[in-house]
Nanobody, 122 residues
Framework: VQLQASGGGLVQAGGSLRLSCAAPGFTLDYYAIGWFRQAPGKEREGVLCISSSGAGRYYADSVKGRFTISRDNAKNTVYLQMNSLKPEDTAVYCC????????????????WGQGTQVTVSS
């Protein structure tokens, strides 16, 4: 199973991006989906997670009030809306599927996708 993250790009500080996480041929409905990011030279960091029922859970305090997560089961897609972006949000963002939004611990997630690069210029 391969999740596909897309929607990254280059944006100026203060701008917005919406990332998408899809899984062709695999139903995401019953999975919690977490977004993680990794900046150069830093450890992977959990950002946000959404449960199968649609409840969101923040893993990173730094994105509260700026990032939101949602899912559209009809489109089998989970979205990460990122507003008021800052240069420190620059990272490779990837999504992962797990059972629950328990914690931002990568081993708790079963399926991963390749990342999408987000670059925020100052």
């Amino acid at each position: 199973v391969q999740l596909q993250a897309s929607g990254g790009g280059l944006v100026q500080a203060g701008g917005s991006l919406r990332l998408s996480c899809a899984a062709p041929g695999f139903t995401l409905d019953y999975y919690a989906i977490g977004w993680f990011r990794q900046a150069p030279g830093k450890e992977r960091e959990g950002v946000l997670c959404i449960s199968s029922s649609g409840a969101g859970r923040y893993y990173a305090d730094s994105v509260k009030g700026r990032f939101t997560i949602s899912r559209d089961n009809a489109k089998n897609t989970v979205y990460l809306q990122m507003n008021s972006l800052k240069p420190e949000d620059t990272a490779v963002y990837c999504c992962a599927a797990g059972t629950e939004c328990v914690a931002a611990i990568p081993i708790l997630y079963d399926y991963w996708g390749q990342g999408t690069q987000v670059t925020v210029s100052s």
